[in-house]
T-cell receptor, first 115, second 112 residues
Framework: DAEITQSPRHKITETGRQVTLACHQT?????MFWYRQDLGHGLRLIHY???????NKGEVSDGYSVSRSNTEDLPLTLESAASSQTSVYFC??????????????FGPGTRLTVL | DAKTTQPPSMDCAEGRAANLPCNHS???????VYWYRQIHSQGPQYIIH???NNETNEMASLIITEDRKSSTLILPHATLRDTAVYYC?????????????FGAGTRLFVKA
């Protein structure tokens, strides 16, 4: 069955370190998204991509970067981790941005702690 | 930046209908309304979407007002497993296309 996976599921790192969170989907979806969710809050969009080599900034993109070299993967990199980036990170994918309807499928999340 | 307004929390008795309201007064004519829910710490799950007409699927019904400025998600017979945060979402246009902005949602408590 097609799916979307994230790794690692849990990560503890230190301030200033570079961290990369992986997201992999097997639906062959064009669109992929990264969100962060802080305790008691909704999801905030970090970066998104509508296809290979396409990336766009979301609401809270400072300190994060993404690259899209193939359809299946959109890794999220924290260039220099800060304690404010402690959060749960969700990856999602959907078929087509141009379509009127595009249900998003979410991964299980990565819980990141920056000490 | 969320274009929707929802009550922060609601209670519902098990077996009764749960009616979750959402205001989206700035929605444009060709924008869909989407509903997702998030159970505990899992990733959000799609429930239903609609444009103008009322919609129903195996999970819920969506009632959209004629002026499209508000909608209501109806869970006809709520169970304890429906306790979750429910997000009402409309898409906004961003660089390169549309993107989805989640607000804080409504935390629904289904009580026995």
């Amino acid at each position: 069955d097609a799916e979307i996976t994230q790794s690692p599921r849990h990560k503890i790192t230190e301030t200033g370190r570079q961290v990369t969170l992986a997201c992999h989907q097997t639906w062959n979806h064009n669109n992929m998204f990264w969100y962060r969710q802080d305790l008691g809050h909704g999801l905030r969009l970090i970066h998104y991509s509508y296809g290979v080599h396409d990336t766009n900034k979301g609401e809270v993109s400072d300190g994060y970067s993404v690259s899209r070299s193939n359809t299946e993967d959109l890794p999220l990199t924290l260039e220099s981790a800060a304690s404010s980036q402690t959060s749960v990170y969700f990856c999602a994918s959907s078929e087509s941005a141009g379509a009127a309807y595009n249900e998003q499928f979410f991964g299980p999340g990565t819980r990141l702690t920056v000490l | 930046d969320a274009k929707t307004t929802q009550p922060p929390s609601m209670d519902c008795a098990e077996g009764r209908a749960a009616n979750l309201p959402c205001n989206h007064s700035t929605i444009s004519g060709n924008e869909y309304v989407y509903w997702y829910r998030q159970i505990h710490s899992q990733g959000p799950q799609y429930i239903i979407h609609g444009l103008k007409n009322n919609e129903t699927n195996e999970m819920a019904s969506l009632i959209i007002t004629e002026d499209r400025k508000s909608s209501t998600l109806i869970l006809p017979h709520a169970t304890l497993r429906d306790t979750a945060v429910y997000y009402c979402i409309v898409r906004v246009e961003g660089t390169g296309g549309f993107k989805t902005i989640f607000g804080a949602g409504t935390r629904l408590f289904v009580k026995a």
